[in-house]
């Protein structure tokens, strides 16, 4: 977990994250379930903001680290598929970085409907873990190994359908962002190191030494509203 928590915070920590994040709140009104909050950055601004925000993850170790770097925060341990709130007790519902873990994204969507309150908005981020474009020396296996490192995951390309999940859920003025992260420098390394090893990752610690490093990840933001 420590590891997956400093790649997360690397990443948060980015002014482009932070941007990001900032889109997020907008339109959430001043009840907010964060699912998926991991450390519960997100959570911990919300609530430092006045709003009753409320974190849940189903990792307790990520709570554990959540609670202590935000003690005034509240956070819950439940499935993004089995929230333990009352229909309609949230105006917001926020859920970054989480849906391609959940093996059946269409429920945890139909649980931010349900959570929701009439006119209440969902917000989705994401990437897509088959568009990771990285820059190498061998373009094929750079390719086969980008989609090997998303079929380990539970629903890789769950980024493009979110549009299409919250229609399906009857969510209506859904809007699309998608926000490109352009990474040039050795901190991305940690996460390269998840998708090869050997030869393929020398060359990437290579360009990075030689400020030759590239890759991009687009990220979608994408919200509706909850009607009826």
């Known amino acids: 977990m420590s590891t997956l928590l400093t790649m997360l915070d690397a990443l948060d920590d ?14 959430l009104g001043d009840t907010v379930v964060d699912v998926g909050c991991g450390g519960g950055r997100a959570t911990g601004e919300l609530t430092a903001r006045g709003v009753a925000a409320v974190g849940v993850d189903l990792d307790p170790d990520m709570l554990a680290a959540a609670k202590q770097r935000w003690p005034e925060a509240e956070f819950r341990l439940a499935d993004a598929t089995a929230l333990p709130f009352d229909d309609g007790a949230f ?18 969507v139909a649980e ?15 990437q897509d873990w088959d568009t990771i474009l990285i820059d190498s020396s061998d373009p094929d296996r750079t390719r086969a190994l980008v989609h090997a490192r ?24 859904v809007t699309v962002q998608v926000h490109t992260f352009v990474f040039t420098d050795p901190m991305i390394l940690a996460m390269l190191e998840t998708i090869g090893d050997g030869d393929w990752l020398d060359d990437q ?15 979608f933001l994408v919200s509706g509203t909850r009607v009826g």
């Open 14 to 27: 980015l002014p482009e994250a932070r941007d990001l994040r900032e889109r997020t709140y907008e339109s």
């Open 91 to 108: 105006t917001g519902y926020r859920a970054d970085k989480v849906l391609h873990a959940v093996p059946e994204p269409e429920r945890a």
């Open 112 to 126: 931010a409907r349900r959570v929701l309150a009439r006119n209440g908005r969902a917000v989705l981020v994401g």
């Open 150 to 173: 998303a079929d380990g995951m539970a629903t890789p390309r769950a980024g493009r359908r979110y549009r299409n999940l919250l229609l399906d859920n009857g969510f209506t003025d």
């Open 205 to 219: 610690v290579a360009r990075a030494r030689d400020d030759r490093l590239f890759v991009a990840l687009p990220v």
